[in-house]
């Protein structure tokens, strides 16, 4: 009826290409219009837009239904009209005469030459013959017919893709059989009744498009077990299909443009839906379409991202600090959505109201978690993304707070007193710069300074090298020596030549 064209990484088709002749109707994307404005009929028969193109029969039943049949030409001149300069009812004309005479010349054709019966083994060569016997014929009709005949026993989309499976397995030329293949897949995916059936009962929209991640990203090993999703998802693994992934893609982005909520119930579900699938669309990379996906998802945020919907959302992790780090990462992953400000709202939230500094520096604990616990905020903000008023407004605060934890509790004194070597000293210090108890900057740097004053004594090696007798032993410490430095930062990646 009309040809639409999307842009790459979006679903939002451009401006319709009008079909003119009957074989316009034949074109992929004449053929996805069609699917979406034929698609009560198509589910209810089992049929691909591919197969209603080369089945008389099923095409008179569809004409057959009337109004049905009226509604979806209607809809499509109303579209078209204006790209095809005229009015809705000249479109209306021309649009029955070219269905019209698209079912006149697919019946006679196929009435002068039935379709042939096709086995897997012989698919391959089926096609070769019948395209030399075609020759310029447009868009493999013979070929389609078989196909289409071949499909017809399935009473299901699960059987419709065992057999059109056992074609691509069974293929001897892989490069003429499976683009046929591919297109009918794609076709049977772009149906939401057909991906219900092959990922089964869904209970929010947040599940069906989680499930369509874990499709997209095969072959890599499943992350949902869908038992009715499995010969879709072997098939797509073991064959090259792009356009079935261009389908499940656009199906995955159209669903993100929806208002549908991706939970039910409370604001606070649908927003832990959001950031459940987040993490899923972060992993799948760009396999689920990479940045313009995310760009996209993020468009979602602001109707159901609030300070208050993200505080519920979170208020299951134990201490605010969790909270905090937690919406970072979502503030990082997010990138240029806008979200963001609802995120960076949240996390205004938790040092003015929640008092996180005062929270952290009161809380009972060991000294060298809570200056890890410190450090692993700083980086969170460090980045987050947070720009750079907002992030020293933040960060600061915890470069003062772990100054005056590592003063008040006089550490490096207290390390002093309780090893009685310069060696045993610096390799506490040396352990507590790799587990990161040390902001980068003037805390760290001072770690450092202590850590160098140890190793400067002139009794360092000896007690460094106390109890190792052998060469072996004396080998060893060293190595673990150079390789705490490494990770503490004060030593480069690879031993220097002749130090020791």
């Known amino acids: 009826m009309a040809q639409e064209t999307e842009s790459e990484g979006t679903s939002t088709p451009s401006a319709p290409t009008i079909c003119r002749e009957p074989n316009d109707l034949f074109a992929a994307n004449a053929k996805r219009v069609i699917g979406r404005l034929c698609r009560e009929f198509l589910d209810k028969s089992i049929l691909t837009p591919t197969e209603l193109l080369h089945a008389p029969d099923k095409q008179q039943e569809y004409l057959n239904r009337g109004t049905e049949y009226q509604a979806a ?6 579209a078209q009209a204006q790209a095809a300069r005229q009015n809705v009812a000249q479109r209306v004309r021309e649009l029955y005469n070219v269905v019209d005479g698209a079912v006149r010349d ?26 030399k016997a075609e020759l310029t014929e447009a868009h493999d009709l013979f070929v389609n017919a078989a196909l289409t005949l071949y499909l017809a026993p399935a009473k299901t989309w699960t059987e419709k893709i065992d057999r059109l499976r056992a074609l691509a397995d069974g293929a001897t030329e892989a490069a003429v059989v499976l683009p046929l293949i591919d297109e009918v897949l794609s076709e049977i995916v772009e149906s939401k009744a057909a991906l219900r059936e092959l990922f089964g009962p869904s209970e929010t929209m947040g599940r069906f498009l989680e499930a369509l991640a874990d499709m997209l990203v095969a072959p890599q090993p499943a992350t949902m077990d869908i038992p009715e999703a499995r010969r879709l998802r072997e098939m797509i693994s073991r064959h090259p299909l792009p356009e079935t992934r261009a389908a499940l893609l656009r199906q995955l982005r159209r669903s993100l443009e929806a208002k549908t909520p991706l939970a039910s119930g ?32 993020g468009q979602r945020l602001p109707r159901v991202l609030s300070v208050d919907t993200l505080s519920a959302a979170l208020r299951a992790l134990p201490k605010v600090d969790d909270k905090l780090v937690r919406a970072l990462e979502i503030h990082r992953r997010l990138a240029t959505s806008p979200g963001r400000l609802q995120v960076r709202q949240y996390v205004e939230y938790l040092f003015e109201t929640e ?9 009972p604990e060991p000294i060298s978690h809570k200056l890890q616990r410190i450090t692993k905020l700083h980086d969170a903000l460090v980045t987050s ?18 100054e005056e934890v590592i003063r008040e509790s006089r550490l490096f004194d207290k390390i002093e007193r309780e ?51 052998d060469k072996q032993s004396q080998t060893k410490r060293l190595a673990e020596l150079h390789q705490k430095l490494q990770r503490s930062g004060l030593a480069p990646a690879s031993p220097v030549a002749g130090s020791a």
């Open 73 to 78: 030409v209607q809809k499509a001149a109303m």
């Open 106 to 131: 697919t019946a006679e054709r196929l009435k002068a030459k039935p379709p042939s019966a096709i086995e897997p083994a012989g698919f391959a060569a089926f096609v070769d013959a019948a395209r």
């Open 266 to 297: 409370a604001p606070p579900a649908d927003l832990n839906a959001h950031l459940r699938l987040l993490d899923v669309l972060i992993k799948a990379g760009d396999a689920t379409g990479g940045e313009n996906t995310i760009d996209l998802f």
């Open 355 to 363: 008092r996180l500094v005062l929270t952290i520096s009161k809380e």
């Open 385 to 402: 993304g947070l720009s750079g008023a907002a992030l020293t407004k933040h960060a600061e605060p915890l470069v003062t707070l772990q």
């Open 419 to 469: 090893k009685p070597t310069p060696a045993a000293r610096a390799l506490v210090l040396l352990d507590l710069c790799a587990e990161g108890a040390f902001i980068q900057g003037a805390n760290l740097r001072a770690a450092h300074a202590q850590i160098r004053r140890h190793m400067q004594d002139e009794s360092f090696a000896s007690s460094l090298l106390a109890g190792a007798e």
